[in-house]
């Protein structure tokens, strides 16, 4: 739930419309997968060059998660 | 440094040199005459960048600037002065001092205020000045502050949700961290057990600072240049690094060889570059690709 609301926090921060971003949470057995969702001309800055962005997204939510697993995708 | 007041500076941009230089000095726009030596290139989200460099002369020293300019912590004037709300955007790129887009906030006051209008005087008046003070209104380095405000706020509130309890503090840059004088806030975080904030090769820390200038950029539209660190490591890291650089140039010194230190991230290898950058007898140099990517201590030829 927290990583829900980090990634969500995060994105809106970075976008031109924030009115656009959402985060669909499917907890799976071992594995939790975020997808964010962002409007189309927003893809670049969430993602970023190389994914640059992405995956400094993705170093973060793994301190929040701790243990557990989480994927975040972003489509 | 002090003793002469005249150096360069660098920055993404040459706004940021120049504010670079500016907070070294605790100088307002207004004081110091800026002559362009490189402009620098932006690159694409900062890949291909080349910085760009100023050389600042201090117009007209005065007592009262030296007592300021021997204030340890600029840092806490500043941050109670320029306190902006979260909403309120670092002076703009407009020729308009603050006050005519600050929100009912108390934006930077007085002081930060009158230097504004001085520096707008002072651009109209200096051409090559004019370029720049197009991108870089009222109060500059009270604008970096500002910046490292927005920044606080929103790494603040990423902390929380990533569950930490910590709180975020802003403050300038170490010396051993930052090129003669050019020191940047930086937004050290403080709790305890927040080792994890910082990560192998200081990844995390890495991927914080660079997401809360995207967001800081975002809101602000400008570049920003503020560090983040986290109780001080970066800071103690640095002088340790500079240390480390100079023994291990003193080894290869001793041996005659060539000396490869451990990989690290680009902010560590700089300052270990910064360390040696003026030292007689060696020079050096990164090699290897990526996170292998690391310092050679190399002997000069002629010395």
């Known amino acids: ?75 | 440094m002090t003793g002469e007041r005249s150096g360069e500076f660098r920055g993404k941009t040459i706004e940021a040199a120049i504010n670079a230089g500016l907070m070294a000095w605790q100088l307002s726009r207004a004081e110091v005459e800026v002559e362009v030596i490189r402009p620098g290139s932006r690159g694409v989200l900062g890949i291909g960048a080349e910085d760009a460099i100023v050389r600042l002369t201090e117009i007209r020293p005065s007592k009262s600037q030296a007592v300021v300019q021997s204030e340890p912590q600029p840092a806490k004037t500043e941050k109670a002065e320029s306190k902006p709300a979260p909403e309120a955007k670092p002076a703009g790129p407009k020729s308009q001092p603050a006050e005519s887009k600050a929100p009912p906030k108390p934006q930077p006051k007085a002081s930060a205020r009158s230097e504004a209008k001085s520096e707008t005087v002072k651009a109209e008046t200096r051409p090559e000045a004019a370029k720049t003070a197009g991108a870089a209104p009222g109060g500059i380095s009270a604008k970096e502050w500002a910046a490292a405000e927005l920044g606080k706020e929103f790494l603040a509130g990423l902390l929380s949700r990533a569950g930490l309890r910590a709180t975020v503090e802003v403050i300038a840059q170490s010396p051993a961290e930052s090129e003669e004088g050019s020191r940047v806030p930086v937004l050290n975080i403080v709790g305890d057990d927040l080792g994890i904030l910082i990560g192998r090769q200081n990844e995390v820390l890495s991927a914080l600072e660079f997401i809360t200038r995207l967001a800081v950029n975002q809101r602000s539209h400008g570049r920003s240049q503020f560090t983040v660190d986290v109780n001080g490591y970066r800071a103690k890291r640095a002088e340790s690094l500079r240390k480390l650089g100079l023994r291990m140039a003193e080894q290869a010194i001793q041996s005659g060889r060539t000396v490869v230190l451990e990989p690290m991230p680009p902010a560590e290898r700089r300052i270990i570059h910064l360390a040696l950058r003026d030292h007689p007898k060696v020079f050096t140099q990164s090699v290897g690709e990526g996170d292998r990517r690391k310092v050679t201590i190399v002997l000069k030829k002629d010395a």
């Open chain 1, 1 to 75: 739930m927290r990583e829900k609301e980090l990634v969500e926090y995060i994105a809106k921060a970075l976008v031109d419309n924030p009115d656009r971003v959402t985060v669909k949470e499917t907890q799976g057995a071992s594995v939790t997968v975020l997808e964010l969702h962002v409007d189309r001309d927003d893809m670049g800055r969430v993602i970023g060059k190389d994914g640059r962005v992405a995956n400094a997204i993705r170093t973060l939510l793994k301190v929040a998660a701790g243990d557990r697993r989480v994927v975040l995708e972003i489509v």
